[in-house]
């Protein structure tokens, strides 16, 4: 397994008590155990797996060459009836490599969302399997992955010695464990100012940035990059704050994302800026979605062990849910509320999402 660095500690949950519970009927509590936290299985009744076979795709050179995608076609069209492929539909975005990793380039781009309105940055990292002329023809599945803290002009997962999920990614892929993911990764913010957070939401009067989120950044995504037709391969993962945005996002959106991964969250929609629209904050609010909640979606839930406090919160969030929501649970042996921490569920939530995404796919 790939060591994970040490690194600054992210928003703590809030001190006061949480309105949340623990599972219920339609949710399925698991106690996963160290056998998954081992990355053992692979996903089944997909066909990742002969995506991943065929071994050296992790060596592929476009992917560490810092050229961003393959070129993108303009003109394209959504797939075809029968068709799985999405092949990207343009124009092609002006991507700029950010970083190097291990796995290959990050890159970013400034997207401007025309149904939001939003202007804000977007980090791409693409699987080395993407440019492997043996996968020209296949669409691969997309996971967005949210921040911890305020997540303004910077996004933790595209930091390799903090969140290296991109490294572990390739690695778990090239042994067939785990999917080649495309990885988007945006800010969730505009400014630093925590409370005047957007909570992933549109707060009247404030920038749209739940649509820039939940139809901007997909566009984005299917404009530039081959992904596959339907939901079942588009996940979401987030930490603390991004917990949040990533269970809420899904509950809301369960045309657009199947599965979702809350790491540590408090599950409450709680920025200044929703004074005077108490109705829009409960229907923005994970801790009311999940009671309301009738989406077909799956959300798998961790608390660190070493907080009584953290594990409560999310027990009790996950009392509130109900069929056809399913939420599973996780809880980190002495887990702390970290970023070292939320590294250390890395590999255990990228098997997880393989076994409930679907993994790449051609038509051929």
């Known amino acids: 397994?790939?060591?994970?660095?040490?690194?600054?500690?992210?928003?703590?949950?809030?001190?006061?008590?949480?309105?949340?519970?623990?599972?219920?009927?339609?949710?399925?509590?698991?106690?996963?155990?160290?056998?998954?936290?081992?990355?053992?299985?692979?996903?089944?009744?997909?066909?990742?797996?002969?995506?991943?076979?065929?071994?050296?795709?992790?060596?592929?050179?476009?992917?560490?060459?810092?050229?961003?995608?393959?070129?993108?076609?303009?003109?394209?069209?959504?797939?075809?009836?029968?068709?799985?492929?999405?092949?990207?539909?343009?124009?092609?975005?002006?991507?700029?490599?950010?970083?190097?990793?291990?796995?290959?380039?990050?890159?970013?781009?400034?997207?401007?969302?025309?149904?939001?309105?939003?202007?804000?940055?977007?980090?791409?990292?693409?699987?080395?399997?993407?440019?492997d002329p043996k996968y020209a023809h296949y669409g691969f599945p997309v996971l967005t992955l949210y921040a911890g803290g305020q997540s303004n002009g910077y996004n933790t997962w595209t930091d390799e010695h903090q969140l290296p999920i991109q490294d572990i990614d390739a690695q778990l892929a090239q042994q067939q464990k785990a999917h080649p993911f495309i990885m988007i990764m945006p800010v969730q913010n505009l400014t630093g100012d925590e409370h005047h957070s957007f909570d992933c939401s549109d707060i009247p009067g404030q920038p749209k940035m739940g649509t820039w989120m939940s139809q901007d950044v997909p566009d984005f995504v299917r404009a530039n990059f081959r992904t596959l037709k339907g939901r079942d391969s588009w996940g979401l993962m987030g930490a603390s704050s991004g917990a949040d945005c990533s269970a809420k996002l899904a509950m809301q959106h369960p045309d657009l994302f199947k599965a979702a991964v809350a790491i540590d969250g408090d599950f409450v929609a709680d920025s200044w800026s929703w004074k005077g629209h108490e109705a829009e904050q409960a229907a923005n609010s994970p801790d009311k979605l999940i009671a309301s909640s009738k989406a077909d979606v799956r959300i798998l839930a961790t608390a660190g062990g070493g907080s009584a406090y953290e594990v409560g919160v999310v027990k009790r969030w996950m009392a509130k849910a109900a069929a056809p929501t399913t939420v599973e649970y996780y809880e980190e042996p002495g887990g702390e509320h970290s970023t070292v921490d939320f590294g250390k569920l890395i590999p255990m939530s990228l098997d997880w999402l393989t076994k409930n995404l679907t993994g790449p796919q051609s038509d051929s």
């Open 1 to 131: 397994m790939i060591p994970i660095g040490a690194s600054p500690t992210v928003r703590q949950p809030q001190s006061q008590p949480t309105r949340i519970r623990a599972v219920l009927a339609g949710v399925t509590a698991l106690a996963l155990s160290a056998a998954l936290a081992a990355c053992s299985g692979g996903s089944s009744g997909t066909p990742a797996a002969d995506a991943k076979a065929g071994g050296g795709a992790a060596a592929s050179a476009p992917a560490g060459s810092g050229a961003p995608a393959a070129p993108v076609p303009t003109g394209g069209s959504a797939a075809p009836a029968g068709a799985k492929v999405v092949m990207p539909t343009g124009p092609a975005a002006n991507l700029k490599k950010a970083r190097d990793t291990k796995a290959g380039p990050i890159m970013m781009t400034t997207l401007a969302g025309p149904k939001s309105g939003v202007s804000a940055d977007v980090w791409v990292w693409l699987p080395p399997q993407y440019n």
